[in-house]
């Protein structure tokens, strides 16, 4: 029987950033076990959306199978493109959570008699998924943004989602790894004590800044390496990427800068849809002042869903709607369900700036030599990666942008460009030996 690894949570290649993260993470293992085969999640309600998810990954080889603990919004098959649920929704997801609780928990049970009770409640694609579980040689968290919670009552439930592949791996005596993750903040007490419970049983736990490195010693008491976001080591395509932009309306001989925006509920806060208008409002704002500065615009839908939640063409379609025509004429609107993320970093490389939200756009433009600002959201990671870089003044939270805040780092950018860039490359430098060391430590564990 040759090697095989399960890297979840899920495959997702509508976020570019997420498929760099999968792909990366493959990598690391193709280059360790001579032989292996690839098991990868499959993403999506419905079959459209499932195969829109996985097309770019499965040409690569790699094998999929169902998710044996599913997204309430995937059981329910909710494929509606909205980015708030009403109530009536969340009541059904949270009696299919439920439903999922009590069986899964079965499953990871010492008992075999539950386990066989559990087992019966699955469809026969993912009793196909739980068999592959005791033939593994590893189950990998691919790198990312994974656990944090924000005190809100179903966080628990929220941990348990993303740790139970863990824990049925932790039950068959699977090796579980977790690379480079921002991990944190967790308020809810039980999740913050599930998750402590899971990652103190893992072989490897990694996070990608220090932010993260420092909330897991000093709250969880899990000791975990800093190693960059995987993100980093993505290559580009070699293909010649500006011909297909200037058939999109990029004109090379001016200044443009790329934005990517994102569709966010701003959970947790009260005001949450006046946060997400001034998002937007800022923005857009932003936009034409940089454009009468002389700047071109190109909004890059970076994530194309499958949810309404990661479709970023609604953030853009509303801020592109807010402009005036003559301003219109300044921007490029940029979707293409058939590139990957290797191409999407090619084409941040002729750019002379990113403004992006999602943030692996940013650590895609920062791979090309591209000066980037980033809009935080959701967890340690942009503030973290962008302290560990050396650039921590070119972050803004998204529930505090502002034009005139984007517009005073565009001009220290123009400023201290190559004081920028200068970091970035420092940066880089110490990636190549940084990962190096990741391997001799996966090594280490797996042989």
Not at 133 to 152: D, I, M, N, T
Not at 354 to 362: D, N, P, Q
């Amino acid at each position: 029987m040759g090697n095989k690894i399960l890297v979840v949570p899920g495959n997702t290649d509508l976020n570019r950033g997420d498929q760099a993260l999968v792909w990366e993470s493959i990598r690391i293992f193709e280059e360790i076990f001579p032989d292996l085969e690839i098991y990868l999640y499959e993403s999506g309600a419905g079959e459209e959306e499932k195969k829109l998810q996985k097309a770019q990954t499965a040409n690569l080889g790699y094998n999929f199978t169902a998710r044996i603990l599913q997204h309430p919004r995937v059981k329910s098959n909710n494929t509606r493109k909205q980015i708030k649920y009403g109530k009536l929704v969340f009541l059904k997801w949270g009696f299919n959570a439920v439903f999922d609780l009590i069986f899964t928990v079965l499953l990871i049970s010492r008992f075999s008699l539950l386990n066989a009770i559990g087992k019966a409640s699955l469809t026969k694609e993912q009793k196909k998924s739980l068999e592959l579980f005791p033939e593994l040689s590893a189950l990998v968290v691919k790198g990312g943004g994974f656990l944090h919670s924000y005190g809100k009552i179903h966080d628990a439930y929220v941990m348990y989602y993303f740790l139970f592949d863990l824990m049925l791996a932790h039950k068959y005596k699977v090796k579980t790894l977790i690379l480079p993750n921002s991990i944190g903040p967790i308020k809810n007490r039980v999740a913050r004590w599930l998750v402590k419970r899971v990652l103190k049983k893992s072989n490897f736990v990694s996070a990608r800044e220090d932010v993260s490195k420092e909330f897991l010693k000093n709250e969880l008491n899990v000791d975990a390496p800093n190693i960059p976001d995987l993100a980093f080591f993505l290559e580009s395509d070699d293909r010649n990427m500006l011909s297909y932009l200037e058939s999109k309306g990029f004109d090379r001989t001016k200044n443009n800068i790329a934005i990517t925006l994102r569709p966010y509920r701003f959970d947790g806060y009260t005001n949450a849809d006046q946060l997400y208008r001034n998002y937007l409002n800022e923005i857009t704002l932003f936009i034409e002042t940089q454009i009468n500065r002389g700047y071109c615009i190109s909004l890059v839908a970076h994530t194309l869903g499958p949810s309404a939640h990661e479709d970023d063409r609604l953030a853009l379609k509303d801020v592109y709607n807010n402009l005036d025509e003559q301003i219109k004429a300044s921007v490029v609107y940029l979707e293409d369900f058939g590139l990957n993320c290797r191409q999407i970093q090619k084409l941040y490389s002729y750019y002379d700036l990113l403004v992006g939200t999602r943030f692996h756009s940013v650590i895609f433009a920062l791979n090309e030599k591209v000066p980037a600002i980033s809009i935080a959201y959701g967890g340690n990671k942009s503030y973290g990666i962008m302290k560990d870089i050396g650039v921590p003044e070119f972050v803004v939270g998204i529930d505090s942008v502002s034009s005139n805040r984007l517009n005073e780092m565009v001009f220290n950018l123009e400023e201290n460009r190559q004081n920028y860039l200068e970091k970035i490359v420092e940066y880089h430098l110490k990636l190549i030996q940084k990962r190096n060391k990741l391997m001799l430590r996966l090594e280490e564990i797996l042989k």
